[in-house]
């Protein structure tokens, strides 16, 4: 079935259909029509979720948490300083491994305030343990929250996921996307896989949220980080079912013409499409050019990133979001990591562009690509990190 | 007690069963006061019991017993939720 719709509300049917046991939520732009279009469904008996209006994001993951803890399918939206304001909770959701499902339109944090799209809040919420999707297109975005139920709530994986989208280039604009069925939805995403441990298992009583000091908190750790190693498979296998359901197909990674190319550009979400388009120009002008999209940022899928790269001759990483005082943007450190075991490493540049919604053209494409190319002409990247599209 | 490898704990941060504290970790040292029950104006009615937060409240057929001295801090809830004023907060003699 075929709709047009904002893909903010998109996402609020994409939920409805889901119809998880609870949504705790508090209104932020560019994410808000997500909660209010959805709390609609509620309030008018589309669906039985019960909806908690709380009073602030760190409230809303708060009582997200508690919810998924009692064996709730639970889900949620917000964006930036929200976001920001989960914070805390965030980290618990992951150790607790709670598979919250919290729907992000990516968005500049304050100061300068700012409601425009970048990346900001979701590299905040990188080191969190929540695993992050990430999409460019509304289409995407609608697959990417379906997938998201069923990856997260694996018993292999039970970990909460954020679903990525850019604020107002993608949330605000309307697409026609292909939806499923309810019924088929309801099929794919099957009924929620209750822990046999939780709250209200009183036939099973159990201590939540413990205390572990010198003596245990590192075994804790060591026993959550071990545990990302099951998500990547569980990621293609929902995939390879839902690409048999719809026809659409989704990786780890998008490679696009990169089989020959010696300049590749690394994106994510909305600028991954002005960069194909930039690529399909310049590839009739002669050029060997390539752009690697990244869908799963958390857990990073390293191998696949070091394989898709190692024979490009230069990389060229855009980041939407910049790691202060830090030697580059987010996404180039980790592809950086990536490469590290690679032998012959391509060089590798930084390029920081589209922070706070400013555009990023076709035009601005292209001088990344170029940077790439002076690049190979002098052996290194100088300098490591350009800031593009911005005044000087 | 045998310290647990990362690879032998349940998932998440849970501990999978009830009570666990009890005579693992002993916070008698804590207390400044420590409770005591007048039996005679005890009326069973268990509201310590429900309240206190370390199982400190040692209870058996519906009868209100005593203290578990060594899992009870000394927070004093039970004095002040008992509702006959049974329980006094004693100076502890060190």
Known sequence: MKVALETNQLMAFAMKQIEPHVVAAYPITPSTEVVQEFSQYVANGDVRTEFVAVESEHSAMSACLAASLAGARVMTATASQGLAFMWEMLHIASASRAPIVTIVANRALSAPINIHGDHSDAMGARDTGWIQLWAESAQEAYDNVIQAIRIGEDPRVRFPVLVNYDGFTTSHAVETVEVLEDEEVRKFIGSFPRPEVNFLNIEKPASFGVLALQDYYMEFKRAQAEAYKNVKPVVLEVAEAYAKLTGRKYGLIEEYKLEDADVVLVAMNSAAGTAKETVDKLRQAGKKVGVLKIRLFRPFPIEEVASALKGAKAVVVMDRAYTYGGPAGPLFCDIAAALTNVAQRPLLGNVVAGLGGRDITMEHVEHMFNLGYKALERGSFEPLVTWVGVRE | ?94
């Open chain 2, 1 to 94: 007690m045998k310290e647990q490898k990362w690879n032998e704990l349940p998932e998440g941060v849970v501990v999978p069963e009830g009570g666990n504290s009890q005579g693992t970790y002993i916070v008698a040292g804590w207390r400044t006061f420590k409770p005591v029950v007048n039996s005679e104006k005890c009326i069973n009615c268990m509201t310590c019991w429900i309240m206190c937060p370390d199982n400190a409240v040692q209870a058996s057929g519906g009868k209100m017993l005593g203290f578990d001295y060594l899992a009870c801090k000394g927070c004093g809830v039970c004095a002040e939720v008992c509702p006959v004023k049974a329980i006094d907060m004693v100076k502890e003699e060190r």
